[in-house]
């Protein structure tokens, strides 16, 4: 399968859907627990997360709505600290971040990663602690920086030269710091989410010796203390290798730096990227496994070069917040396509689409997708579902099978949407974007409300009112 994005413009039927979908499932109403939410289950046919219908949060809600499943994701957050003893886990919020989920990450223990100010004013409004947060970016402006000096986070992660210079100008008191270097290492994952090989904006290149020399102006800037190096290879990553690669070249270059400064680095950032299962075919390395090969590779290698073990940290997003959001929708119209070779494709138009979830179009991302509303023994047929913006490639899952008796008026949810669907969401044609109600225990609440028209209006300069 390519995992090139598609050009803009129709996804043409030469791409074989069973590519996609794999074969007909034996069982079309179906939850696979390894890409549902851990509360997910049917009962008489309907869609329950967090012990609440589907139909019922529908009723209340709206669509299209993503529902947030608060045990999932403090489990998720749980089994991260728990596997990574003695590593600082530092939960990504750029994957999805309201001061709901803020507060739920800082009560399970871990830290929170913001990369822009608007992030970190929503984790100091949730009365975030402040020394818990990494602040990252790769155009902090002075505003951000102030920000950050001001709710006194513990680490800035540098990744300009600019930047030492604009922080160590507005430093009163210390302010610790890692350099994050790029490593050379393009994980596998998609070209645009890989963020470590060379030609790219993030950090500074060990190869070129821009990362020595970043970590030489910050031990000789005022108002810095240098604590580690950063490295994160990319996202969606499903096992450790590149990790290992990635910790090898930084372990060097801190070995190096003990040589020639003669200073040893505390700790080291080893990022996020932790992959996750969004259809049955992807099978992602558990956090337990992750870091017993993360700690070991660590140790090996800093025994190798003879120096000492730094503190570990991680970044994980996608991993804590992906698996524990759904997104459902209301099915609009349904429409048979022949395709060369008489091959028949349904596409099921539903009321969001590339507003709320851009992943599809723009990674070429799979989905699954269920019949939320309702089970059905109809014949399964392979559908396409799409969204309803003014765009070709406003698809949402690509592949799916779906109950051939799916009509108008159903419910659809697709599973696998906590990270980088809510935060990457647009206005894209005007839509408004979403709400995330958190379900938990039967009761559910609104954690990020849905846009209201007045919103956008509120936005606009006209003089139409
Ligand atoms: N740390 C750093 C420095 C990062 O840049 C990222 C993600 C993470 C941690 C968290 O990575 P995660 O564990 O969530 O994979 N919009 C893309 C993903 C972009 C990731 C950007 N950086 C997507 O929808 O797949």
């Avoid at 963020?195 to 005022?222: M, Y």
């Avoid at 190096?256 to 049955?280: H, K, N, Q, W």
């Avoid at 539903?350 to 997708?369: E, F």
Wanted: net charge negative; with cysteine; proline share 5%.
């Amino acid at each position: 399968m390519s995992r090139s994005a598609h050009p803009a413009g129709p996804r043409h039927a030469d791409v074989l859907p069973e590519a996609h979908a794999g074969p007909a499932p034996e069982d079309v109403n179906a939850l696979d627990p390894a890409i549902w939410p851990i509360t997910a289950r049917r009962v008489d046919g309907v869609l329950h997360v967090g012990g609440v219908a589907i139909t019922d949060l529908v009723a209340e809600h709206g669509t299209p709505a993503l529902f947030l499943d608060e045990h999932d994701l403090r489990s998720r957050a749980r089994a991260y600290s728990t596997a990574f003893e003695g590593v600082d886990v530092y939960y990504a919020g750029k994957a999805f971040l309201c001061a709901t989920v803020a507060r739920w990450i800082a009560d399970e223990g871990l830290g929170l990663d913001v990369c822009t100010g608007g992030e970190l004013a929503v984790a100091v409004a949730a009365g975030f602690p402040g020394e818990r947060i990494a602040v990252h970016g790769n155009n902090k402006s002075r505003s951000e920086l102030q920000q950050a000096l001001d709710a006194r986070v513990g680490h800035v992660i540098v990744d300009s030269f600019d930047e030492i210079e604009r922080l160590a100008a507005l430093a009163t008191e210390p302010q610790r710091v890692l350099v994050r270097v790029t490593v050379g290492v393009e994980a596998h994952t998609h070209e645009y989410i890989a963020t470590a090989h060379e030609d790219q904006k993030f950090g500074f290149s060990i190869t070129s010796g821009d990362a020595f020399e970043a970590v030489r102006r910050v031990l000789a800037a005022p108002g810095i203390e240098l604590l580690g190096l950063h490295s994160h290879i990319g996202s969606q990553i499903f096992d450790s290798s590149g990790f290992e690669v990635a910790a090898r070249r930084v372990l060097a270059l801190q070995a190096r730096i003990s040589d020639e400064l003669a200073v040893t680095l505390p700790e080291m950032d080893l990022g996020g990227g932790f992959g996750i299962a969004y259809t049955t075919q992807d099978d992602p390395a558990d956090p337990a496994q992750l870091a017993t090969e993360m700690s070991k590779i660590v140790e090996h290698e800093c025994r190798a070069l003879g120096i000492p073990e730094p503190r570990l940290s991680i970044e994980p997003g996608r991993a804590i917040v992906g698996p524990a959001m759904c997104t459902v929708y209301t099915v609009g119209t349904v429409k048979k396509v022949l395709l060369d070779g008489g091959a028949v494709r349904t596409y099921v138009s539903v009321d969001g689409g590339m507003s709320d979830n851009i992943r599809t179009a723009l990674y070429d991302a799979d989905y699954s997708c269920t019949l939320a509303s309702r089970a059905s023994d109809a014949v399964p047929v392979l559908a396409r579902v799409v969204g309803k913006h003014c765009e070709a490639g406003d698809v949402l899952v690509k592949d799916e099978f779906l109950p051939g008796d799916v009509r108008p008026g159903d419910l659809l949810a697709v599973p696998g949407t906590g990270a980088y669907c809510r935060s990457m969401a647009s206005n894209y044609n005007h839509a408004l974007r979403p709400p995330v109600v958190a379900v938990r225990d039967g009761v559910a609440r609104v954690v990020v409300r849905r846009e209201t028209e007045d919103d956008l209006l509120a936005t606009d300069m006209g003089d139409a009112r």
